[in-house]
């Protein structure tokens, strides 16, 4: 099982349980209760209608979660496929489309190990999904998929460092990578030993240059960045 899945089931499952709608709602100080409140929403609203896009684009979103986004873009007209590694976000998401009367494509992939694939998008998004992803390797796979399938716009949004951001205890962050590490009492094979400490890769929160360049090193041309909020086209 890779570092990021256990967290992001566990996440899951509880929403469902407790009868929540989106990652935020697990969280009190970001608490909405609305499905339709999505973290990137203000972002996707000032930048689509600014965009040189057909008239019925193809969206991709990875890490698609419950679906807040794609549910949103679809009833705007777009033609949304939403991927998620995890399958209890994908049952959610497909139920939340339903309810809400918009057709989005659901289906349970890992962004990190796509197949080879030959349909490109006008629309790429990503919202919130790529912090998760910590590691160089699973990094470059990530955007390699997306640098693949690209004909238009990415549209990233992802947590960045904060110097007021508070690492608990469990937590160690690396100022040199931008990776916080938790710790674990298993060493798994994602795990790293760290001063006779074994932890597991949890996040990687960069400085605005550091995402800059990295997205540019995949072949990734920036349009525009307002901290991590990201406009994107082939380079």
Not at 191 to 218: F, G, S
Not at 219 to 230: A, F, K, T, Y
Request: charged fraction near 25%; hydrophobic fraction near 35%.
């Amino acid at each position: 099982m890779r570092y990021y899945y256990a967290e992001h089931q566990a996440a899951y499952r509880r929403l469902a349980d407790e009868g929540l709608t989106q990652w935020n709602d697990l969280f009190e100080q970001d608490r909405t209760d609305d499905f339709d409140a999505f973290p990137n929403r203000a972002f996707l609203e000032r930048t689509l209608d600014h965009l040189d896009l057909r008239p019925t684009p193809h969206v991709l979103e990875y890490g698609c979660g419950t679906g807040a986004a794609a549910c949103f873009l679809a009833a705007r007209g777009f033609h949304v496929d939403a991927i998620d590694l995890i399958p209890e976000a994908i049952t959610l998401a497909r139920r939340f489309a339903r309810e809400r009367g918009v057709s989005v494509n659901f289906s349970v992939h890992d962004v990190c190990a796509l197949p080879p694939g030959t349909k490109q998008y006008d629309v790429i998004l990503d919202s919130y999904c790529l912090q998760s992803i910590v590691t160089d390797p699973d990094r470059a796979a990530l955007l390699t998929a997306v640098r693949d399938r690209l004909s238009g716009y990415y549209l990233l949004s992802t947590a960045m460092y904060d110097t007021d951001r508070v690492y608990e205890d469990g937590f160690r962050y690396d100022a040199t990578t931008g990776i916080c590490y938790q710790e674990t009492t298993e060493p798994t094979p994602d795990a790293v030993q760290l001063d006779n400490t074994w932890y597991l890769p949890h996040r990687r929160h960069l400085r605005p240059e550091a995402l800059r360049a990295e997205l540019e090193r995949a072949g990734l041309h920036v349009l525009s960045q307002d901290n991590g909020n990201v406009i994107c086209t082939p380079a």
